[in-house]
């Protein structure tokens, strides 16, 4: 299978450029499923009902969430009836939406997709490493699906690694969001998991982390309350991370960092055919 994961969307810069580039990347690079991170998609602060409809028919699959899932009052309601959009599943019991869920992919293929949120330096939810266990003891990755991802939305780098390998061999990728900056060790585990500590955003780089430039550099200078935070309305760049897999057990077979338009130098991953 070919699969892409896009990282988190930030603003109108992010959704324009998915909705500009994902078709055709789609097409070029034969995908199977595209997962997309949401959580910042409303103009930086969580995401509606109609942009997720938005980001539907520009050839997403399914959308993640995080920290941001429950900035737009509405998400606390429509999240129960859509049931492509996910929050992070170790959210205690209760809250409303579901953190994993498995999808049918093209030609009827399924696929887990796990979403969970670290607790370094993020808010102190449920252990993210037992929930996820606990998941993965119900599907067999290469037998009841066909491919396997989890999305990790954390800040600690270390926490993110420490996931990779400790799920290594389970699942088909392990992504990490939150942090906005595509980093550079896309790599596959011993295992066989394909890995990136951050996918990066789909949004504005010229920025700070996708946010307009002025409040939070006041913040950091002068320590003192501020406007409230705004995305940056630049030309986005849609970055990502292209996972491969092997039919038969659902391990990675490549792994390639994705990146499309705005200021950050692309690459596009060559689609090797047989």
């Known amino acids: 299978m070919r699969l892409l994961f896009c990282g988190d969307i930030v603003g109108r810069s992010g959704r324009d450029v998915v909705a500009e580039r994902l078709p055709a990347l789609r097409r070029d690079l034969d995908l199977d499923f595209v997962v997309a991170n949401a959580e910042n998609a409303a103009g930086g602060f969580g995401v509606t009902e109609k942009i997720c409809e938005e980001l539907f028919a520009a050839g997403v699959d399914a959308l993640t969430g995080g920290n941001h899932s429950w900035d737009q009052r509405e998400a606390m309601e429509f999240i129960a009836r859509q049931p492509r959009l996910l929050r992070p599943h170790n959210y205690p019991s209760g809250?409303?939406?579901?953190?994993?869920?498995?999808?049918?992919?093209?030609?009827?293929?399924?696929?887990?997709?796990?979403?969970?949120?670290?607790?370094?330096?993020?808010?102190?939810?449920?252990?993210?490493?037992?929930?996820?266990?606990?998941?993965?003891?119900?599907?067999?990755?290469?037998?009841?699906?066909?491919?396997?991802?989890?999305?990790?939305?954390?800040?600690?780098?270390?926490?993110?690694?420490?996931?990779?390998?400790?799920?290594?061999?389970?699942?088909?990728?392990?992504?990490g969001t939150h942090t906005h900056v595509p980093t550079a060790d896309a790599q596959i585990l011993p295992g066989g998991t394909a890995y990136q500590t951050d996918a990066g955003m789909c949004g504005d780089y010229d920025s700070v982390i996708g946010m307009a430039k002025p409040a939070p550099i006041q913040r950091f200078t002068r320590k003192l309350p501020t406007e409230r935070l705004t995305a940056a309305q630049g030309p986005g760049t849609l970055c990502a991370v292209f996972v491969e897999t092997d039919d038969t057990t659902g391990l990675a077979r490549r792994v390639a960092p994705l990146r499309q338009g705005g200021r950050l130098a692309e690459t596009l991953p060559a689609l090797e055919r047989a």
């Open 95 to 175: 809250a409303p939406g579901r953190g994993f869920a498995v999808f049918e992919a093209r030609g009827g293929r399924k696929v887990l997709l796990l979403n969970v949120m670290g607790r370094l330096f993020m808010d102190p939810l449920d252990d993210p490493f037992a929930c996820v266990t606990a998941e993965l003891a119900k599907h067999r990755l290469g037998g009841t699906v066909a491919a396997a991802i989890l999305d990790l939305h954390a800040e600690a780098s270390s926490e993110k690694m420490a996931m990779g390998h400790f799920v290594d061999g389970r699942v088909s990728l392990v992504v």
